[in-house]
T-cell receptor, first 114, second 113 residues
């Protein structure tokens, strides 16, 4: 399977703990995006990378959230001191380039904060 | 920012009938639109896209129509099948505003046997 992959698929954590999610984009896709989706809603943009550079962040991305893409390939999204309101599906997407901007999504990581 | 919305939250159709899912958008500067299908527990799956210089695009059993005058987008599914049951999202992108897509809340399509 050469699509976008995400790990883990599910995560249950206690409030106050830190969690880290990983996304592997489609090979040769320069752009990588993170979205958050709550039940019954459409995905909401969090941030995106062009290669290793983080070019845009949503105001939804609080100081407790940090994302990296150190080598321009896979990316990690870390949430520190998780809160119950962080419970959601975290989706990763990738696109080939600025001019081939169709975004292809991974299966998501479902986070539950108790 | 400006938002994308949907007229109908749910749509039920008989198997074999055609489905039409509608979407209204408010950002007149949006120049690229995508329809995604999302099944339970999965990520959104690309269905079809259209750019603002077009008003119609066809795929396999699907057609997207874009009316820029009234800022309306629709997805038509021909001969709807049980496997088409899912939530459908329209998403818009304005390159001048940013590189992210703005998604609507989604329409749930239920295909009745």
């Amino acid at each position: 399977d050469t699509g976008v992959s995400q790990d883990p698929r599910h995560k249950i954590t206690k409030r106050g703990q830190n969690v880290t999610f990983r996304c592997d984009p489609i090979s040769e896709h320069n752009r990588l995006y993170w979205y958050r989706q709550t039940l019954g809603q459409g995905p909401e943009f969090l941030t995106y990378f062009q290669n290793e550079a983080q070019l845009e962040k949503s105001r939804l991305l609080s100081d407790r959230f940090s994302a990296e893409r150190p080598k321009g390939s896979f990316s990690t999204l870390e949430i520190q001191r998780t809160e119950q309101g962080d419970s959601a599906m975290y989706l990763c997407a990738s696109s080939l380039s600025e001019y081939q901007e169709t975004q292809y999504f991974g299966p998501g990581t479902r986070l539950l904060v108790l | 920012g400006e938002s994308v919305g949907l007229h109908l939250p749910t749509l039920s159709v008989q198997e074999g009938d055609n489905s039409i899912i509608n979407c209204a958008y408010s950002n007149s500067a949006s120049d690229y639109f995508i329809w995604y299908k999302q099944e339970s527990g999965k990520g959104p799956q690309f269905i079809i896209d259209i750019r603002s210089n077009m008003d119609k695009r066809q795929g396999q059993r699907v057609t997207v129509l874009l009316n820029k005058t009234v800022k309306h987008l629709s997805l038509q599914i021909a001969a709807t099948q049980p496997g088409d049951s899912a939530v459908y999202f329209c998403a818009e992108n304005d390159r001048n505003y940013g590189q992210n897509f703005v998604f609507g809340p989604g329409t749930r399509l239920s295909v009745l046997p």
